[in-house]
């Protein structure tokens, strides 16, 4: 995105690629790849846990934010489906 910033504030001037991809739509493909992951390993449906699936999204959240700052990010649940 380019920015003007005047008196305090800012206009966006121009912005170009895919706006959705840095914001929920990133961490809902974040959550389905590894949620599809843990399916494949264990043969266990995290769907079927309300609890499961929050703490997974937070993980991939955290993992999103971090990615931001660096160029790997690591995502370790501990009991992510009892």
Avoid: W
């Avoid at 504030?9 to 840095?22: C, E, H, N, S, Y």
């Amino acid at each position: 995105s380019l920015l003007s910033i005047e008196d305090g504030g800012f206009i966006v001037m121009a912005t170009a690629g895919d706006p959705r991809l840095g914001g929920e739509e990133f961490d809902n493909q974040l959550v389905n790849y590894f949620r599809q992951e843990f399916e494949k390993r264990h043969r266990k449906d995290l769907t079927t846990s309300h609890r499961s699936m929050q703490r997974l999204r937070s993980a991939c959240e955290r993992a999103k934010r971090t990615l931001s700052s660096s160029n790997q990010a690591h995502i370790e649940i501990d009991s992510l489906f009892d």
